[in-house]
């Protein structure tokens, strides 16, 4: 059950190359030989998993990069019982303390802040259509076809028309490519933001360097790439919803006052609060 609820922990989890599905992840990513190899992840009892990766048996440091790989997608190292202390204190989050509020992450950043990107001012059918195409456009493909998410090298060689004739992605085509450029230039290491000394406000002041990273997008990444659980989304989506579970005002104010007693924890528990009904409703 706490492995359902990474899985199910938001919605960019399940996007291409991811696959959820019985409570199982299956994913396909670039090993350190480049070759590309299905990731499987599944429950193993209550609290353990078991990791395979497709393809011939892996030497030992091998097998154990596709083990931290696994590790850092469920969060695994990050210890959250402070988080389940505050919960266990509030009568509407009290059932969070069961294990829940762990938010899976891509393997690297640069995928997050893609497919983050993604999701702005468009439907969520719209945002499935640009990942995938990404994903079978620019992916490096593997044996059997099946194709890792594109690094930002790959994309940054790749044409401007293939974001706005192939992917589709709108506006967003030339944000794509800007931020692939960015990255791939070295002009911003994503992947040193995942460090906790770092304070928020160098984290957001990085993060809004990148072409079609706004504010939403910030407090985005900080709660399901970076672990970093102190700003609230607040966008068309959230706000109304918690005004049709509280029945309060959907304005920042309320709800930031409703979250301030769990301190740098405020964004994840009313991102729980948010999400257990739709949560619940796919574990039944």
């Known amino acids: 059950m706490i492995l359902e609820r990474v899985l199910l922990s938001h919605g960019v989890a399940s996007l291409p190359p991811n ?9 396909n990513l670039a090993g350190p030989d480049g070759r590309v190899r ?23 440091r091998e097998a154990q990069w596709w083990l931290d790989q696994a590790s850092r997608i469920l969060r695994l190292e990050e210890d959250l019982s402070p988080f389940y202390e505050l919960a266990a204190a509030d009568p509407e989050l009290g059932w969070v303390a069961a294990g829940a509020g762990r938010m899976m992450a891509a393997p690297t950043v640069f995928e997050e802040v893609v497919k983050t990107i993604c999701t702005t001012n468009c439907s969520w059918g719209a945002t499935e259509r640009m990942v995938r195409a990404l994903v079978e456009n620019l992916g490096p493909a593997g044996r059997d076809g099946s ?12 044409p401007l028309a293939v974001y706005s004739e192939s992917v589709r992605a709108g506006y967003r085509a030339r944000y794509l490519w800007e931020c692939a450029q960015t990255v791939a230039s070295g002009q911003i290491n994503l992947e040193e933001l995942r460090a906790p ?30 672990g970093r659980y102190q700003r609230l989304v607040l966008d068309s989506w959230t706000l109304p919803t918690w005004a049709r579970l509280s029945g309060a005002a959907p304005d920042a104010r309320t709800v930031e006052a409703r979250f301030a007693p769990f301190g740098r924890y405020r964004g994840l528990a009313f991102w729980m609060y948010l999400t257990k009904g739709w949560t619940d409703s796919q574990l039944g």
């Open 19 to 27: 696959v959820v599905s019985s409570g199982m992840l299956t994913t």
């Open 147 to 158: 194709r890792a998410f594109p690094t930002a090298e790959r994309m940054a060689q790749a």
């Open 197 to 226: 000394e770092l304070p928020d406000d160098e984290v957001e002041r990085r993060l809004l360097r990148l072409p079609g990273v706004g504010p939403y997008a910030v407090s985005h990444l900080m709660l399901t790439a970076l």
């Open 38 to 60: 299905r990731l499987t992840v599944r429950g193993s009892g209550a609290d353990r998993v078991t990791v395979t990766c497709d393809g011939p048996r892996l030497p030992a």
